[in-house]
């Protein structure tokens, strides 16, 4: 009966408590870029329950319908589903949460993913006895990109090295000594693949000129270039 009591109070504390506060957002609307005929759905979380849950768009007070859903969950989770994002739901969101106490908001802005750009040519770091270190520029983009290399040994066809690189720069140790290669790099989005980059010079694999020394990030001039390897992000074995 003792421990009956004793929580008793500790479940209720929290329900009395939310309802001396004014509402809070304890997680944010996050900026989202989308592609265009895809579903997007925008989430934030108040610290506890609240009276009245708004959604604008570019000022403008929105409401559920077929294309539009709007719903809040137990967890104080409040969502906004666009099922098929067309280009006039780009613009700035906002959620407004309102309680007797007070209101607070938060917003986000909805962007169009963007094919990326070519990427510059990339170029070899450093040679190993059996590899390489492949750096290359970062390309500018409104949305997260990730990168395709592919490698071509002389007198051979395009083949993938590897998919979905985050950082700039890549070590490979599965190359055949000796052999002559070249790479090239693609960049990938949301909304699909770009052009693929120049070729770098070939390289003779496990051949170094003396003083060339290897680095983890993009070379500052393009001398490097003359022993770089083509980098291809081209996920089909592009040509």
Not at 186 to 192: D, E, N, P
Not at 193 to 200: A, H, K, L, N, V
Not at 206 to 216: D, F, I, N, T
Request: charged residues 20%.
């Amino acid at each position: 009966g003792s421990l009956k009591k004793r929580g008793l109070p500790t479940f209720k504390l929290p329900n009395l408590s939310s309802k001396d506060k004014a509402p809070a957002f304890v997680e944010e609307l996050t900026d989202q870029t989308v592609v265009v005929g895809h579903l997007v759905t925008l989430t934030c979380r108040t610290a506890q329950p609240v009276t009245d849950v708004e959604w604008y768009k570019d000022g403008v007070p929105l409401q559920s319908s077929e294309r539009v859903l709007i719903s809040s969950t137990l967890k104080n989770y409040h969502l906004l589903t666009i099922l098929v994002v067309s280009a006039q739901d780009l613009g700035i969101y906002a959620c407004v949460a309102t309680n007797p106490l007070g209101s607070a908001s938060t917003c986000c802005i909805i962007k169009k993913a963007e094919i990326p750009c070519c990427p510059s040519r990339p170029e070899v770091a450093q040679v190993y006895k059996d590899g390489a270190l492949i750096v290359w520029r970062p390309v500018e983009s409104n949305s997260p990109v990730t990168y395709f290399l592919q490698y071509r040994k002389e007198g051979e066809e395009w083949r993938a090295l590897t998919l979905d690189i985050s950082d700039c720069c890549y070590s490979t140790r599965s190359l055949c000594e000796g052999q002559v290669y070249s790479f090239r790099i693609a960049c990938i989005s949301k909304a699909g693949m770009g052009p693929y980059s120049e070729p770098s010079a070939g390289v003779r694999i496990g051949k170094l000129s003396p003083g060339h020394v290897g680095s983890s990030t993009a070379p500052e001039s393009a001398d490097a270039s003359e022993r770089g390897f083509m980098a291809d992000l081209h996920v089909e074995g592009g040509r």
